[in-house]
């Protein structure tokens, strides 16, 4: 009788354990990851470091801007967004982004529209794809490091792929590497490009404004001339 009870306990206490193994196995299955980012620490009340598995973030404030500098461990990047405030309105970026997730970016990554702009842009470029699509809530300069692709000193020609059009958009030339960074304003995210050769066939090219003026200097060096030529008679 005694054995009979012992073997009872030794039944019930294995079905248990498998049960409670079982349940915890299903759990880290199903249950989500969290991989919201923690506060690592608050300097002051302008500046505050967090931190997850994916990247690390340093949010400054100022009078006039929001700083949010990235190292994404992830993909081995690093990055700054910064935000002009909107004095006459009380936007927080908080509240329209998911800055853990939203702020990130990828370099040469492979997707649909990279895949289109590989294919319509042949000069050497570096494809800049946001994981956020979409308006930005305020005006936007985004600081990347390049070093890896462009050297300092090189001036270039930022672009944009609009898929809805499906059409390369010319954005900016001023765009110049200093200390292996670029910089340039968006106001929106989506995919852009960077290259030091102009696109031919981007919409609103400099090219045809560079024509315009090479032509009104010919028309003037003819002027010239010919004002000349008649001073001489």
């Not at 492979?110 to 979409?134: P, R, S």
């Amino acid at each position: 009788m005694k054995k009979q009870y012992i073997k009872d306990i030794i039944i019930f206490c294995s079905i248990v354990f498998i049960i409670v193994f079982c349940g915890i196995s299903i759990g880290k299955i199903f249950l989500p990851k969290s991989e919201k980012i923690v506060t690592i620490d608050e300097l002051d009340d302008k500046i505050i470091a967090m931190e997850s598995k994916k990247t690390k973030m340093t949010k400054t404030e100022t009078e006039d801007y929001y700083f949010y500098e990235i190292e994404d461990y992830e993909r081995d990047l690093k990055y700054s967004w910064k935000f002009l405030k909107d004095k006459n309105q009380d936007i927080s970026v908080e509240d329209s982004l998911f800055i853990e997730e939203d702020l990130r970016l990828s370099i040469d990554a492979t997707t649909k529209d990279t895949a289109k702009i590989n294919e319509e842009v042949i000069q050497d470029k570096l494809i800049i794809t946001f994981d956020y699509h979409g308006a930005l809530p305020l005006e936007t300069t985004v600081k990347l490091n390049v070093e890896n692709k462009f050297k300092d000193g090189e001036k270039l020609y930022l672009y944009y792929y609009n898929p809805e059009l499906d059409q390369i958009e010319y954005i900016d030339h001023g765009v110049q590497v200093k200390n292996g960074y670029v910089e340039f304003q968006i106001d929106h995210c989506s995919d852009y490009f960077l290259t030091a050769a102009v696109v031919n066939d981007a919409v609103n090219n400099p090219q045809s404004i560079n024509y315009i003026i090479i032509g009104l200097i010919v028309v003037v060096f003819i002027l010239v001339a010919i004002t000349l030529f008649q001073s001489k008679k």
